[in-house]
């Protein structure tokens, strides 16, 4: 059974940073590339980031742009989002979301939410 449990979020105050991680288990995490998504109340759910399943490539959503930085380690089935900077608008519940590259698959986590706030 495929799961993915995301941790890290939390209460932070704008200018703070968080960093969230993802532990995937049930399948090969190499062969998958990995997304991180977020959900703001009232928002349809959109994508931040995403690294490959070799780690080699990232690309970034332009507003976390220069403030984010995905990253994995394939050895732990870990996949990280650093988020330095924060600001209110920030403030969702974050998924992390695999997707296959080698192997076929789509895989979501349960959501960790983060809070931007004084």
């Known amino acids: 059974q495929v799961q993915l449990v995301e941790s890290g979020g939390g209460l932070v105050q704008p200018g703070g940073s968080l960093r969230l991680s993802c532990v995937a288990s049930?399948?090969?995490?190499?062969?998958?590339?990995v997304h991180w998504y977020r959900q703001a109340p009232g928002k349809e759910r959109e994508l931040v980031a995403v690294i490959t399943h070799a780690g080699d490539r990232a690309n970034y959503a332009d507003f976390v742009q220069g403030r984010f930085t995905i990253s994995r380690d394939n050895a732990k089935n870990t996949a990280s989002l650093q988020m330095n900077s924060l600001k209110p608008e920030d403030t969702a519940v974050y998924y992390c979301?695999?997707?296959?590259?080698?192997?076929?698959?789509?895989?979501w986590g349960q959501g960790t939410r983060v809070t931007v706030s004084l």
């Open positions: 049930g399948l090969a995490f190499g062969n998958y590339a």
């Open positions: 979301n695999v997707r296959g590259a080698v192997t076929p698959g789509v895989y």
